[in-house]
């Protein structure tokens, strides 16, 4: 069995987790794009300020954060799967944007090559199988005064769009745990970081100060049919986790699973598709030096 450290994690954003994103991309960059536009409107990055995207995923927020920096300005993603940060590197080149860079690392372990204004993450900081030395590493590409904004998803009953299928999958498919198998993991999970005080205290045990939480809760499209919200679930999420872990039974419950998630999901459907409520905190966090 591989050993319980972050490689395991590493390896999995970087196969089967890239490949999901990448089927789904199309909702996953709308949707998330609801709670970093207000996140960034909310905190917003001086022009000619160098930011750090803390695993940067496609780049979407990094291009976005490129045009605001501009000019005299540059953001620079990180992530820890090769394929995201080519994918990244790509989608900022097509998009006409020049001062964005993508470099490969772990951010728990590897040099983040500050110092930083600020840094920013868009549900990048919920998967470490260390947060505290993650965050340490961070605060320290900051500048003294410079700042983190990190969105995390809050709890599970606030989003619906995880939970709901989460609970309807587990009472059909067998749950294995990480320690029990072999396949690679997404780690602690969507929902490692809802709980304000014990994640206030990590951040101030690693040195941050000033920092604030700010829900926000918007709908966001998981399907542009009851269908497709669907086969989202079953791929993506606790839910997709449980069932991609269970390998052939979880493929072999998936009829089962199928029927159980129409029945969750169809009342969220809209003209427009499937919408459901989601729930964010918003943590702005400073590095005092
Ligand atoms: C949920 S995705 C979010 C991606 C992107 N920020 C977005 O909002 O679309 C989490 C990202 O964090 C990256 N990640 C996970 N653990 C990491 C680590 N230890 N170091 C760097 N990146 C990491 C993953 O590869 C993935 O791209």
């Not at 930011?51 to 993603?77: H, M, N």
Request: charged share 25%.
């Amino acid at each position: 069995m591989l050993a319980a450290s972050n490689d395991i994690v590493v390896e999995a954003w970087n196969t089967v987790l890239f490949d999901k994103y990448a089927r789904f991309k199309h909702l996953l960059i709308e949707g998330l794009s609801g709670h970093s536009d207000e996140a960034l409107a909310r905190y917003p990055h001086p022009k000619g300020s160098r930011v750090l995207d803390v695993g940067c995923g496609f780049g979407d927020s990094a291009t976005c954060i490129a045009k605001t920096v501009a000019p005299g300005g540059e953001v620079v993603g990180v992530d820890c799967a090769q394929n995201f940060v080519d994918a990244a590197t790509g989608e900022a080149r097509k998009a006409g944007v020049d001062n964005a860079s993508f470099f490969l690392a772990d951010v728990q372990l590897q040099d983040l090559r500050g110092p930083y204004d600020y840094a920013f993450s868009r549900f990048g900081t919920m998967f470490f199988m260390s947060p505290g030395a993650a965050l340490r590493n961070i605060r320290k590409a900051l500048k003294p005064g410079g700042e983190l904004t990190q969105i995390v998803w809050r709890k599970r009953e606030d989003n619906p769009w995880l939970f709901e299928a989460e609970q309807r999958v587990r009472e059909i498919v067998p749950v294995i745990s990480h320690e029990d198998t072999d396949e690679v993991h997404c780690g602690p999970g969507p929902f490692s970081m809802a709980g304000p005080d014990m994640v206030s205290s990590m951040m101030k045990g690693v040195g941050y100060d000033r920092i604030t939480f700010e829900r926000f809760d918007t709908d966001i499209c998981i399907g542009r049919d009851v269908d497709e919200a669907i086969e989202f679930a079953m791929a993506l999420g606790p839910a997709g986790e449980i069932i991609r872990l269970a390998r052939e039974e979880g493929e072999r419950l998936k009829p089962q699973v199928t029927k159980t998630l129409r029945e969750a999901l169809t009342p969220y459907l809209k003209d427009n598709g499937v919408w459901a409520p989601s729930s964010t905190w918003f943590i702005n966090a400073r590095n005092p030096g």
